[in-house]
């Protein structure tokens, strides 16, 4: 299971450069990383995780395959996209499809790109998306709720809970918050994602800042920061220009590039990692002569359900799960090395998968 992550932001904030960076970085490193374009605009890259590489050193795996990520380069939004300005109802749709919102801010000074509203200003640029999302959710709600009613004076439970959580959206909505403020519980939690409200999507800011700013951003995503702690989102800083560059370099070239610019790793590789933290995913491993394989899975996944995302069948004739910790993995040399020092355990239908782990998964046919 990957995710997919909604690439937004205003015109002239630096969105296609870094879609394009993205893109390009990925089809360098198809070795490790594969990349497709599965439309013109959507691309896959692996997962960076140094972890895998490590692993498939020590079992001598033939093949490295990464758990992926998708990005979307969602058309750009103006204001009065939740009535169909500019691109607005295509941009809408496509948002409906993602997992989590990788919304890029202009946070760099520069007279030669127009801004939209003729000045820098990420707070309020922030504001402007949300604002029209949320009209959006308010709008796709009372229509909704207008055609419930007939099930409604039916008695149909299911309609009940639908419109019950409708109106706590449309009751914080009205606040001038988003959807995912909603506090919902357990037995709502699917019924809730089956809304697919545009205000429930996590958020990761994303401060485009110039080049000289990489390492240590501005005051314009000193900013956003503040913003994103508040909000309880997450917010990395990247320079579109720097990526760009670095996307054209060889591997070597690019890391004596990033040290020279005082990076320790490629911004493209922090906003992969920080998706990757902000829906609460890891990662666990499966590894052989013939590969070495990463899959991801939701935080609290137990074991039958994490080898349900290798094949539906393993998860159904589920056994046990052979099960070796990563550092245990790495300090014992290999599973032969785990097994003699005792680190192999088999674990049941009721162990909850840790991030890193080494797993064989054991199944009826």
């Known amino acids: 299971m990957g995710f997919k992550m909604g690439i937004v932001g205003l015109p002239n904030v630096g969105k296609s450069t870094l879609f394009n960076a993205l893109t390009r970085t990925a089809a360098a490193q198809a070795a490790n990383f594969p990349f497709c374009t599965i439309e013109p605009n959507v691309g896959e890259v692996g997962v960076p995780d140094d972890r895998l590489d490590k692993l498939a050193a020590i079992a001598r795996s033939k093949q490295i395959i990464p758990t992926r990520m ?33 919304h890029v801010l202009r946070c760099f000074e520069d007279g030669d790109v127009t801004h939209v509203e003729g000045r820098v200003d990420p707070v309020a640029d922030a504001d402007t998306i949300e604002t029209e999302l949320m009209l959006a959710d308010l709008e796709s709600i009372e229509k909704r709720r207008a055609n419930l009613v007939r099930k409604l004076k039916g008695n149909d439970k299911e309609a009940q809970q639908q419109d019950r959580l409708l109106a706590a959206a449309q009751a914080m909505l009205e606040d001038g918050k988003p959807a995912r403020l909603v506090e919902v519980d357990a037995e709502d939690a699917r019924a809730w994602k089956l809304l697919q409200l545009l205000t429930t999507k996590p958020v990761l800011y994303v401060c485009n800042v110039g080049e000289a700013e990489a390492a240590d951003g501005n005051k314009h995503s000193a900013k956003v920061a503040a913003m994103a702690a508040e909000q309880g989102n997450a917010h990395v800083i990247i320079s579109a220009q720097i990526e760009e560059e670095i996307s054209q370099l060889e591997e070597d070239e690019a890391a004596m590039f990033l040290e020279e610019m005082g990076l320790a790793e490629a911004g493209l590789d922090r906003l992969i990692k920080a998706g990757y933290e902000l829906l609460h995913l890891e990662t666990y491993f499966t590894v052989g002569p013939k590969e070495a394989r990463a899959w991801t899975i939701r935080t609290g996944t137990a074991a039958p359900q994490a080898a349900g995302v290798i094949h539906g069948d393993f998860e159904k004739g589920f056994i046990r799960a052979e099960t ?20 192999m355990r088999a674990e049941g239908k009721g162990y909850v998968v840790k991030d890193g782990d080494v797993l064989h998964f054991l199944f009826n046919t």
């Open 70 to 102: 998708t990005f979307v380069d969602i058309a750009g939004l103006v204001k009065g996209a939740s009535k169909g300005e500019g691109l607005g109802n295509q941009f809408l749709a496509n948002i409906r499809e993602v997992d989590a919102i990788a």
């Open 324 to 343: 070796i910790a990563y550092d245990d993995f790495v300090a014992c040399n290999g599973e032969q090395g785990a097994k003699e020092a005792g680190k």
